[in-house]
Structure formats: structure tokens, C-alpha cells
């Protein structure tokens, strides 16, 4: 500390009072102490205090002033950052405050059920999702009979609700609380990709048994989540999973019923994901420990495309639903990192690390790894009613690296979607893979009418050579992975690849195939998958995943997966529905088939009734 010089003649000020050295340094200490201290007191006065408004810049006080101007009224409503005790702990340190600004810019656009529209608020208020309005913007009713269905097309929607029913009663009877069914020996599965949490099937089925009017088992369902649903579980969880199946399962299950407990539910477990976000770049890491607050770190290494690209619907909805910026301000992190990142002749590799932000081998594929990443992309931009050009741009750009650097046609005239190391092609399509044909038609929708013929063509020949993996194997249900090389079309060449789980991803592309075109081999060929599920796959108490597709005496895996009950019995029973059950205008299905609802920017509610 710089002591004033005393000047010739005329006495300090300490100096006349009498003070020496050490007693003056003390005294200079003591005052500059109480003057901070002073100032310090300012920022805790009450925000009204005229006081406060004195002394500090208007815009740190704005965010009281709800009723003063019509733009701080619009402050008031965006979503607030939770108090500053709660964030730093999850505050990713590549968070920007642009973010953040960007964030409310975008909040504070008008949209059907978007924070920030309604009267001013008092800003202290407590955050309410206005679910009235939100059902309000609907175009479409979510469920319901059409009288005038086809009585063909509907005893076969028919036939896969009871599909559905026995899956869930020998679930229930069996398995109730545990992950999964094993229906061979009648026991429940819990396995260690939940971290301690429970109940997966019941979570995952919530929906499906809502959409399908099996109201005795759909209270069922909520009855176990009510009260049996432990959030307050240690051990390590895969945060896909848990955001796929969980969170989506419970926003899904909110959004069709408006139940307080499945969105109070999504944001409590939404809250115990986000230490997994504190990286050097914000990157998250694919597994966390929910019992901890801290680091929570259970293992080392890259993260995964598919897994850290597939967060933006759900987290964006956390948002929506809680007033709280925090996850919207995650995934719009993990979106400019890998903007910024160089992607090798267009493409993202499926492994980047955390830490530095850069790739960490170029392994591409829009199967396992990558997959889901591509289809939140375009998903995003329709979920924003179209208005998130960002996303739309990084789809149709990484589309296009894709078609130029890894889609291919077989000497028989499949076309299919190799996958990329370093260059070199493997010439292989996963069953997850299969899933492409459907986002590629809905992206196709948008696109100029050249660029859409070109893509629904694109999308067709996929969907087509997926199902043709299906009809040449003998249980007329497609392998895990299929080849073309070496004389092999559309067939595993290997053992290990010959296993068929429940998957979803062929039923996926027919559903979106049916609905954009209308073509009735899609309806058909979802049938062939009906009949072949009753015959190789249904067992005494449940359906199982088998283990060769290519023989008629199959073995089971004895395992009823969750996806089964969310995905792929949905999507059977939505390719037999009219269209405007869970319209494709008002819902967008996460990546475990659960529907979440576009942000209807134009909406205008009705005027309120005297
Ligand atoms: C599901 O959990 C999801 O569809 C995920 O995106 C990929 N794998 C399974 C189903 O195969």
C-alpha cells in the first residue's frame, strides 16, 4: 500500500490525530475495510431500494424493474440461472456469458410454449410451465380412434397393443422395478448401465401405454414412478442412457398427460446429470456417478459422438419446463465446440476428447457411435418449428460429406452406408445404421424440390436394402450388422453379428417412409416384422432377443430390452394409426422413440374467456 506523502506545512490527516506509523497503517487498514464493506452491502439490499438504484448501473438492477419497460418486462420472464450458491458447480468454464445471451435471445422469442410469454411476473415469482397453453398449441390430438379406419389396418394396430400388453404384464409380473425382463427365466435384469437407478422398462413403457389407451397399465406405470422411483442412488451411469430412456421417458410421459410427478421426475434426474459437464471444454463424459456431487468421474478417455450429440432435445426441454438456463447453456456449448472443431473432408469422427476438444481417432459412422447425433441435428432444427438454421446447417452439410464419402452401391444395387477409418472404408451397415432412412426422408421434406426427390430416393434405397437384410435371413428378422463384401449382400458374415435384440431402427425408417410417402409396402413390410417377432421371438412370458437370424430354431438371449417397449412396438402401432396420431406437426421423437413437442413459434393462444 502507496502511503500519501505528508507535504511540507501541512499535516495529514492521520497524522493530525496524533497517530505514528503503525497506528496510522492500522487505521488505513481499518477504513479501507469498512468502505468495502459498505459497498459490498450495497448488492444485498433488496432490489426495489432506491439506494441500490442510486449507486449501481442500471443494468444490474433492471432485472427488478418488471413493470418499467416493456423490455425488462421480457427480462423478467426468461429463464433465470438458479441462485449463484447452486451453479458454479455445474458452471462448464467454456459456458461463455455470449451463450447465455444468446440464450435469452432465443427464449425471448414468442413461441407456443416457450419461457418468457405471458404476463409480467413479479421477478421473484417461482417458474410455471404453462401446460394449458402448451396443449393449446397442439395441432393435432395425440391419440384417440379414427372411425374411419380401415378395419384391416386396424385389427392389426390391434394385434400389436396386445403385443404391447404382454410385454408389459409379464414385465409387471415378473420383472416390476428391475431394468429389464428375462422372460426365459422369469426374472427381473438390472445390469450397470442405469447407475443404480430402476425400473427402465417402467420409464421407457410409460408413453407407448399411453399412446396405445392401456389405461389400467399406463396407472400402473405411474403408480411405480410415484412411488417407488429412487432418484437417490449411487453408482455409475452411462449419461446417454439415462437421458434417452429416462429423461426422455418422463418429459414424453409429462408432456401427453401434463403429471406433475414425470416432470418434476426428468428435472431432478436432469439435475444430477450436469456435473458431468464439468470438462475443460464442457464436453461431457459418457459416464457419470449419480450419487455424487462432485467430479463424479468413473472412467477416463474420449467421449463419444453419439453419446454427447445426443443430449440437445432433452436438455433444451429441461429448460422449457424448469425456467433454468443451465442445460440449454450445456448443449449449445457442446454444439460450438464442435463447430469450431476441424472435421477431416467433413466428417465428425465418432471420439473426442474432453479435454483438449480434438478428435481422437477418425473412426466415422452413422451407425453405432455416431448415429443418433446426426438425426438430433435435424430433429433440433424441426423441434424449433424450424427456426435453429445452426443445426439445420451442420445436418445438411454433414449429410452431404456422408453421401459423398460413405454412401455406396453393391454389386446387386444396394445402396448402404459404409463406415470410415482413417480413409479406408469397411463396408459394413449396423442395424443401428438402419435407422437413417427414416431421418434422411424427414429431412428430405425441407429441402428444395430437386434436393428433396434426391434425398427421399436416398432414403428409400436405405430403407429398402435394411429391409432386404431383414428378408434374407430366414427368421425374416434382420442381423446386428450386415456386409457387402467378398460376394455378401445384405447378410452377417460373421457369427458375432448374426444376433437379432428387439432392435428398432428398420421399423423406425418404415414408420417415417409411410407417413411422407403413403406407399403401402411400408405398412407391409412392417407386418412381415409383426408376424416374424410372434414367431421366433415371443416366448411364455415376454418377448427375447435370439441369438442367429439365420435359423428357423432360434436360441433366445432371454432378455425383454426397454427400447423394445418404447421403440419398436410404438413404431409398429404408429405405422397402423392415422398420421395424426402423434403427428410428425407437432412431435419429434427422441432417439428412444419418445415424443417430445415442437416450440410452435406462431402460435396464438385463444383469448381468454371472460
Ligand atoms: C435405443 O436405445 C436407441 O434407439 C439408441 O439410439 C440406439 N440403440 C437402442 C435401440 O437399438
Redesign the pocket.
Known sequence: MVLPRKLPGMPGWPAALGLRLPQKFLFLLFLSGLLTLCFGALFLLPDSSRFKRLFLPRRATSSSSSSSSSSSTRDTELPRSPPAAAEPRHASPAAPRRLREKLRARNAAPAAHTVGTGAPRESRAPFRFDYERFRQSLRHPVRGERPDQDPDIRARKMKIKEMMKFAWDNYKQYALGKNELRPLTKNGHIGNMFGGLRGATVVDALDTLYIMELEEEFQEAKTWVEKSFDLNVNGEASLF?VN??YIGGLLAAYYLTGEEVFKSKALELGEKLLPAFNTPTGIPRGVINLGSWSWGWASAGSSIL?EFG?LHLEFLHLTELSGNPVFAEKVLNIRKVLRRVEKPQGLYPNFLSPVTGNWVQHHVSIG?LG??FY?YLIKSWLMSDKKDSEAKKMYDDALEAIEKHLVKKSAGGLTYIAEWRGGILDHKMG??AC?SGGMIALGAEHGGEEKKQHYMDLAAEITNTCHESYARSDTKLGPEAFRFDAGTEAMATRLSERYY?L???VV?SYVYMWRLTHDVKYRQWGWEVVKALEKHCRVEAGFSGIRDVYTTVPTHDNMQ???FL??TLKYLYLLFCEDDVLSLDDWVFN???HPLPVNHSNFKPKASVQ
Open positions: 442412457e434417452i430412456r453419439a445426443t453405432g448415429d443418433s438425426e442395424h443401428l435407422f435384440i432392435r428398432p431402427e423406425e430390452q426397454s427400447f418404447a421403440e432417439t428412444e422413440a
